[in-house]
């Protein structure tokens, strides 16, 4: 059995207009574009950070999606109020050629972060969340994760400080207690710039997790991974991985796996 996964950061719909991650930069409302770009990968599953929701259940925004990519399952988690655009709230959303049997949602609670950005913004961290899809291909069932974890250097914190050790074992503890009938895939905004995730997340990689695909970069106009998806080798063999663009201050991530 071969599968397609792909992993995209949008923005909330919006198009980044800046050269370098990190600037708050931002242009109008493109998720056609984002569609397009993304039909081009054919997934069977699409995984997806920063999507719009109107309350913590509906999304017009993912619906508008699974409809146009003829991807009909679908789960969507907010998280917090979102920073792109005023009454939405920004969460994950997983979407599936295949039936979702389950999902299971989670929190991440924030530690009491602040800063005042270099436009004059005042920015609070906001929660995040880790949302799993049971989803049954050919009598198998994928346990398909979608998360999003904290920007710290949004916030010129480290992730690595002792002070968030707490938010980080508590997500690595919920990530690797899916049923253990279902095969893990992981895939996310990991957040962890300045650090290899194998150094941000060491428990995930002593669980047996790894990268389908390591590259120089996930965002724009900078040198950092922040982007990935994660498999065992026990459970896939990766028959191809690779990146695309799109019109995020993100780019999209692949992957082939066939089950072993």
Same mark, same amino acid.
């Given at each position: 059995?071969?599968?397609?996964?792909?992993?995209?950061?949008?923005?909330?719909?919006?198009?980044?207009?800046?050269?370098?991650?990190?600037?708050?930069?931002?242009?109008?409302?493109?998720?056609?574009?984002?569609?397009?770009?993304?039909?081009?990968?054919?997934?069977?599953?699409?995984?997806?950070?920063?999507?719009?929701?109107?309350?913590?259940?509906?999304?017009?925004?993912?619906?508008?999606?699974?409809?146009?990519?003829?991807?009909?399952?679908?789960?969507?988690?907010?998280?917090?109020?979102?920073?792109?655009?005023?009454?939405?709230? /920004?969460?994950?959303?997983?979407? #599936?050629?295949? =039936? *979702?049997? !389950?999902? $299971?949602?989670?929190?991440?609670?924030?530690?009491?972060?602040?800063?005042?950005?270099?436009?004059?913004?005042?920015?609070?961290?906001?929660?995040?969340?880790?949302?799993?899809?049971?989803?049954?291909?050919?009598?198998?069932?994928?346990?398909?994760?979608?998360?999003?974890?904290?920007?710290?250097?949004?916030?010129?914190?480290?992730?690595?400080?002792?002070?968030?050790?707490?938010?980080?074992?508590?997500?690595?503890?919920? /990530?690797?207690?899916?049923?253990? #009938?279902?095969? =893990? *895939?992981? !895939?996310? $905004?990991?957040?962890?710039?300045?650090?290899?995730?194998?150094?941000?997340?060491?428990?995930?990689?002593?669980?047996?997790?790894?990268?389908?695909?390591?590259?120089?970069?996930?965002?724009?106009?900078?040198?950092?991974?922040?982007?990935?998806?994660?498999?065992?080798?026990?459970?896939?063999?990766?028959?191809?991985?690779?990146?695309?663009?799109?019109?995020?201050?993100?780019?999209?991530?692949?992957?082939?796996?066939?089950?072993?």
């Amino acid at each position: 059995m071969n599968i397609k996964v792909v992993f995209a950061n949008i923005l909330g719909g919006r198009e980044f207009l800046g050269s370098v991650y990190g600037e708050i930069n931002f242009g109008g409302d493109v998720i056609d574009k984002y569609i397009s770009d993304i039909a081009l990968q054919e997934p069977d599953f699409l995984s997806l950070a920063e999507v719009h929701l109107e309350d913590e259940t509906h999304s017009e925004m993912v619906a508008y999606i699974a409809d146009k990519l003829g991807l009909p399952f679908y789960d969507v988690m907010g998280s917090d109020k979102s920073h792109l655009a005023d009454g939405k709230i /920004l969460g994950n959303a997983i979407l #599936s050629k295949y =039936p *979702i049997t !389950t999902n $299971d949602h989670f929190i991440v609670e924030a530690p009491k972060i602040e800063v005042d950005r270099p436009n004059g913004d005042h920015w609070v961290l906001h929660n995040k969340l880790a949302q799993t899809s049971y989803i049954t291909v050919q009598e198998k069932v994928i346990a398909l994760t979608s998360l999003h974890y904290f920007p710290f250097h949004h916030f010129n914190r480290k992730m690595n400080d002792p002070e968030f050790e707490s938010q980080r074992k508590n997500l690595v503890e919920h /990530l690797v207690s899916v049923d253990s #009938s279902a095969i =893990p *895939i992981i !895939t996310g $905004d990991f957040n962890n710039k300045g650090f290899k995730l194998s150094e941000a997340f060491l428990e995930l990689f002593e669980e047996g997790f790894s990268e389908t695909l390591e590259v120089s970069t996930t965002i724009v106009g900078d040198s950092q991974q922040l982007d990935h998806i994660l498999y065992r080798k026990t459970d896939f063999t990766v028959t191809k991985a690779g990146t695309f663009s799109i019109p995020s201050d993100h780019i999209g991530l692949f992957a082939n796996l066939s089950v072993n």
